[in-house]
């Protein structure tokens, strides 16, 4: 169970990080428009799911770590390195990932980049160790529980003192919580957990989200923010009333405040989806981002650069190329209101299935690049 | 079986090793000291403080609580200490983002609460089910015994 949830982690982390980094010979497909939010939305459920998985794991195997002697062999001498540096990876991952989730940044490192790079360490250990594992891994899955010990660090067959070389076990001296009981009570929490949680990117379930870090129902226009106007201190520049879309291009052209509204005729439901795993669809309304392109003398093969405002951060500048080209909207619009201040306004970009954060607010020039 | 394992150990070291090449040559040398101090920290803490402190209070159980009730009391533990770890830093962070964030806002603590008594109350439920159980079962196999005489 807990390789199939990291396997999961790591094949949505990396479909997050396309998006972040694409190849440009494979842009960003734009359908389907939920697509990041179900990727994302697994990613930090399965992420959270983890936690009491990881827990349990290391209870049940930590009589292990008190084997006699310590250190039998160079082989296992390396094979508990190893361990270790699964164990540590697994949880600063699980750790630090939940913080990223509630944005404490406890630590001195940039979330993303470590998160990523310590994702290949985890797996690759992960691999290392079902490969040595993987003759006790067969056996205990072909095995019936009572007549298999499938926790032992010393492979079944090669140990003498196993009781599948010796028959059935008989029932432990003081019997607690059986296996069943055990794996019954992990299901219960890891069902917990998720029910308690998802509420955030299940829209419906939110009012079961005891323990959802996001309220998606408490945001501005229904829509919760993750960069503040103040963090970005865009205020002045983004209210002032002589804002202007700057679109530069083989025939450059300026939209002020009134020119919008006419041109903001064009309505999509999408959501908006965040990689730390809450999400919300909006009915949003704007103009063509393929239409301002358009007019500017770019094509629908153009690769386009949306600049915010805001100074002095990284993502404030995206780029939309290919399928999502013609999709996106630049919004002025949400949920039937003029775009709040920390949405965006006056102006922001919002496509089907993009990373909340490339979704790129408080817009003042658009770069017809190619 | 033996070239599976191969595969596995051999894609995996590769792995790893890219992900710490890639950790050593891009982060800088004080976040990758901390990133250290990290790993070595949560091993630590689990394996000398986390892990020890679950299986002292296995250990009390055992000695204070009978079997029946002990594996009980064992689920709605587990259940209620799994929920919490993932509680606790959101008791601890609440309210400390932007109000439009709609991150945190929720009263976590009072949450928690929530969900450990309705724990204690199906894990009640579960073990008072068994009690009456066992009472219908001897109470059957003395009626039984009654009969035969």
Redo the contacts between chains.
Sequence with gaps: MLGIAIGVLFVTGLLSHYQYEPWSWLPEPAKPVWGYRLTQGIHVATG?AT??LL??K??SV?PN?FRFPPIRSVKRAIERVTL??L???A??QV??G??NV???YP????FP??HR????????????????K??DI?YGLQARVREADVLTEVPWDENPESHSNAGTLPDPP?????RR??L???G???G??VL??VGQTVTPLERL????????????QGV???R?A??AKIMAAATSPAWTLEVVGPRPYRLTLPDLEPRAVHEARLPINCVEGWSVGADWRGLSLLDVVLQAGGTIDSRILLISVEENWGFNHSFVEGPQLSAALLATHLNGQRLDL?HGYPLRLISPNRAGVLNTKWLNRIEVLT | MKAWRIILAVSGIALAAFGVFRLVTEIAPHALLALVIWLLAALVLHDAVLAPSVVGVGWLLRRRISDRARRFLQLGLILSSLVTVVALPMIFLRGSQPAVKALLLRNYGANLLVLIGTIALASLILYAVQVARDRARSSTGSAARGAGE
Excluded: C
């Design positions: 959270l936690i009491p827990l349990v290391l209870w930590y770590l270790a540096i164990v540590a990876t949880l600063v750790i630090t939940f913080l509630l944005n404490w630590f001195p490192w940039y980049t470590v790079f310590l994702a290949y360490v985890l797996v690759g250990s992960v691999l290392l160790h079902v490969g040595v993987l003759p067969a003081t019997p607690g919580i059986s009981g055990m019954s009570a992990v219960a929490g890891v917990v957990v308690t949680t989200g005891l323990l959802a870090p996001r309220q998606w129902t408490k945001g501005p919760p923010v993750n503040t103040e963090q920390d």
